[in-house]
């Protein structure tokens, strides 16, 4: 029944979707390639896979964890996303993502729990238990919502389960560094990998979820930051007094812990650290121009049209493209040769505020999967450490950015915030901090913020077309 649900149908589901990645495609083609049962409690379910053919004949696979009710259920237990409207000799009812059936999710926290796997024609699904001792999971269980590209389950007050939505051949970094983090390495700052769900189609390995220890009370670190750069920059403390300055001094502590676990000596070729190269200082230097050029192409072609509060700044900052250029020169030539550079190995690849939790006393890191729209290739590379640096800083800023309002005073003491955040960070990672290399990574990163802001939320260039003004010289406006 499942394969025969047409194209249209599905790629009109998918689309209403936040999880899917593909929204900007103009035409899409969809059908469900595998179909895997998914039995228990006298019940049935399916985990279907499914392939989309994108506007220049690549394929995206995507999972859809699918679940039938009766159309007389009570509109209270309504499913959130409906697939189809289904009938049949034996069933009349909706066909729904059973990550809505609370049934369904017993049945994967059974799963989980004893290691089980499911069969279909073609594809199987299997549970793999990475600790002896991970918690039985029962009692109940919730959807998380709001996310972007996973699903998030939390069963009890013990794990959280997230549900890969589009899956890739290969290794998960998510997976791969939560795993290595808790077998080999004394780091605990990050939540405790229990099991992975994988799945097996056509020979090819894609990891479909990860169980992780859940960090109960936590807050996300981002709505944490801003709740305190907004009662500095509306209030009357003292930037000395503020105490958002130990905990950023302690999150850069942290930082560096993690990136000396995951630069640690080992024999696994995935996480074996090694010496940064000049062609490394090459590449970077020329991702960094790429950054840039792009950047300036897209302002360049809608400046005029930007809102009252970026304009001006977008309109400065087209003049200074050779001075962009002249600073991204001084960087390269600031590091001098490789030793300056360090060495590369495993890190985070998308650290922000979003990806930190805070508890009570101490922070929690968070979402290895690196930045979503870069290759999966790229995002398992070695790679300096220090780009996680520049990422957090850039983070800071936007927390001040958005906590200030248009009123000049209320910019200033964010700016004050900005400055005492950044510092406290810096003083906590320690001397491994490389500045002439954070620099470059940041001005890198400012240019693909431009670039995206355009793109997606014009009225937010303000915030990089900031901080570009603020690292490029004064001298030369």
Known sequence: MLRSIDSATLTAY????????????????????????????????????????????????????????????????????????????????????????PAFRSRIARALSEGEHFTGEGA??????????????????????????????????????????????????????????????SFRHTPELYAVLVLDHGGQRSVAGMLSRLVVGAMDGWAHALARARAFTHGEGDVRNDPFEAEAEQLGAITAALHRALASSTSDPAFAPRDATAADIARWAGGARRSVEQGFALLERVARSLDARSRPLALTACGRRMDAFAKLGDIVSSLGGPSAAG???????DYHLGQVLRTDHDWMIIDFEGEPARPLAERRALNSPARDVAGMLRSFAYAA??????????????????????????????????????????????????????????????????GIEKMLPASVV
């Open 14 to 101: 998918l689309r209403e979707r936040r999880w899917f990645g593909e929204k900007s495609q103009q035409s899409l083609d969809a059908r469900i390639v595998d179909v895997i049962p998914v039995a228990g409690d006298g019940q049935q379910w399916a985990i279907a896979r499914v392939e989309v053919t994108l506007d220049d004949g690549s394929v995206a696979s995507y999972q859809l964890p699918l679940s039938v009710r009766e159309r007389e259920m009570s509109r209270a237990h309504a499913p959130a996303a409906v697939l189809a409207h289904v009938e049949s000799s034996v069933v009349k009812g909706l066909l729904f993502d059973a990550i809505d059936d």
């Open 343 to 349: 060495i590369l190995s495993r890190h985070h690849g």
């Open 401 to 466: 950015a958005t906590a200030a309002s248009h009123d000049d005073a209320d910019r200033e003491r964010a700016a004050q915030w900005e400055a005492m955040t950044r510092a406290a960070f810096l003083r906590g990672y320690g001397d491994a901090s490389a500045p002439a290399l954070v620099e470059l990574f940041e001005l890198e990163k400012l240019f693909y913020e431009l670039a995206y802001e355009l793109n997606n939320r014009p009225t937010w260039a303000w915030i990089p077309l900031l």
């Open 124 to 185: 199987t699904l299997r549970a793999e238990r990475v600790v002896r001792s991970g918690p039985r999971l029962s009692g109940a269980s919730h959807v998380i919502g709001g996310e972007q590209s996973n699903s998030s389950i939390i069963f009890g007050e013990s794990a959280i389960f997230k549900l890969f939505r589009r899956l890739e051949g290969g290794e998960s970094p998510d997976v791969e560094i939560a795993r290595y983090l808790t077998a080999h390495t």
